[in-house]
């Protein structure tokens, strides 16, 4: 196999966690050329790659058929003349443009009854592979065979230059001490620890000497704000100002993470940040943040994970009774300034 396509996820998070895999690829392969086919927000993660070569703009939403719009850009990758796809969704749609580019080998989970579309066809055994990041692994053998273990944690690229020009372009400086909060999730609330709380970690934070700098896309801004204005004059509210690339650089500029299960936690593990993931309606044991700097904290009630958008009981008890105070003793673990 000499060049090879990447049919990415839709997530951030889920775009991290298929690194492994293309490393694999890129070992059974020497030379292999591996591009990708990916959502415009997707594809700053995957620039920071160095096994991806090429990334091609997927632009059909979710649930966005465009017949003529797949059969366009199937004529643009078949002129690529690439040897394999690994397609990682598991969507019917996600393998018509890999099929109608003509592309000879098409890896990929059954997923929606995708016998023809898919001809190199794995079958998800989810007791053997509790991990995405398995799965995604996984797409690298051949069908039936087991899993090679371990495997590697997701790597992301940003290198002191890159920091540099990123801080420039923002006109900012890095502080001393340095805590980033990524207080959105893009799921949905239920996965949201209260701006109440993280704004009085930000106090905890602030007493101790570190500024602190909130992440996230524009529709995390308010949620920011809202903590800015309960711990007034102690954050710097970055959500929605930065791109995904610059996000990616300050973050790896950080002392330590405080995240909720979102995309931007899979990127500061990616970075080998250390980090405090706080987990509500979702699972540590199917996406967790892969780091050896990395732990997690949920009460584990008898009712989650749930995974619901919202919460089902209308008290989102598995993050409202997850308290500041065992959140800033988890992060004093990982920090040696702390009181």
């Known amino acids: 196999m000499k060049k090879?396509?990447?049919?990415?996820?839709?997530?951030?998070?889920?775009?991290?966690?298929?690194?492994?895999?293309?490393a694999r690829l890129h070992a059974q392969s020497p030379g292999l050329v591996l591009d990708a086919?990916?959502?415009?927000?997707?594809a700053p993660v995957l620039g920071r790659m160095g096994e991806i070569q090429a990334i091609h703009d997927n632009p059909f939403g979710h649930g966005q058929l465009d017949l003529k719009g797949r059969w366009r850009q199937a004529r643009e990758l078949a002129a690529q003349h690439y040897d394999a796809v690994y397609v990682l969704p598991n969507s019917l749609k996600s393998a018509l443009v890999p099929w109608l580019a003509g592309i000879p080998r098409r890896v990929?989970?059954?997923?929606?009854?995708?016998?023809?579309?898919?001809?190199?066809?794995?079958?998800?055994?989810?007791?053997a592979?509790?991990?995405?990041?398995?799965?995604?692994?996984?797409?690298?053998?051949?069908?039936?065979?087991p899993l090679t273990r371990p495997v590697a944690h997701p790597v992301l690229r940003s290198t002191a230059a890159e920091q540099q020009i990123t801080l420039a372009a923002l006109d900012m400086t890095r502080p001393q001490r340095l805590v980033a909060f990524c207080p959105g999730a893009e799921y949905g609330p239920a996965k949201r620890w209260p701006a109440t709380h993280f704004a009085e970690?930000?106090?905890?934070?602030?007493?101790?000497?570190y500024a602190i700098w909130l992440f996230g896309s524009p529709k995390d801004h308010a949620v920011a704000e809202e903590i800015g204005q309960l711990?007034?004059?102690?954050?710097?509210?970055?959500?929605?100002?930065?791109?995904?690339?610059?996000?990616?650089?300050?973050?790896?500029?950080a002392d330590l993470v405080v995240c909720n299960d979102s995309?931007?936690?899979?990127?500061?593990?990616?970075?080998?940040?250390?980090?405090?993931a706080l987990y509500g309606s979702s699972s540590p044991g199917f996406t967790p943040p892969l780091s050896n700097q990395a732990?997690?904290?949920?009460?584990?009630?008898?009712?989650?994970?749930?995974?619901?958008?919202?919460?089902?009981?209308?008290?989102?008890?598995?993050?409202?009774?997850?308290?500041p105070d065992q959140v800033y003793a988890a992060c004093c673990q990982r920090l040696s300034t702390c009181p």
Request: hydrophobic residues 50%.
């Open 263 to 276: 995309g931007l936690m899979h990127v500061a593990a990616a970075l080998d940040r250390p980090i405090v």
């Open 37 to 42: 086919l990916a959502p415009r927000w997707v």
């Open 201 to 209: 970690l930000a106090k905890r934070f602030a007493a101790d000497g």
């Open 108 to 127: 990929g989970f059954t997923g929606e009854s995708r016998y023809g579309l898919i001809n190199v066809r794995h079958t998800l055994d989810k007791i």
């Open 129 to 145: 592979l509790p991990l995405m990041v398995e799965r995604f692994a996984q797409l690298a053998e051949l069908p039936g065979a």
């Open 295 to 323: 732990d997690i904290l949920s009460l584990e009630l008898d009712c989650s994970p749930c995974f619901k958008r919202t919460c089902p009981l209308g008290h989102l008890n598995c993050l409202n009774q997850l308290l």
């Open 231 to 253: 711990a007034p004059g102690l954050t710097r509210n970055l959500c929605g100002t930065t791109t995904l690339d610059q996000a990616v650089d300050l973050l790896a500029l």
């Open 4 to 22: 090879a396509l990447i049919v990415a996820p839709a997530w951030i998070g889920d775009t991290i966690m298929a690194q492994p895999l293309f």
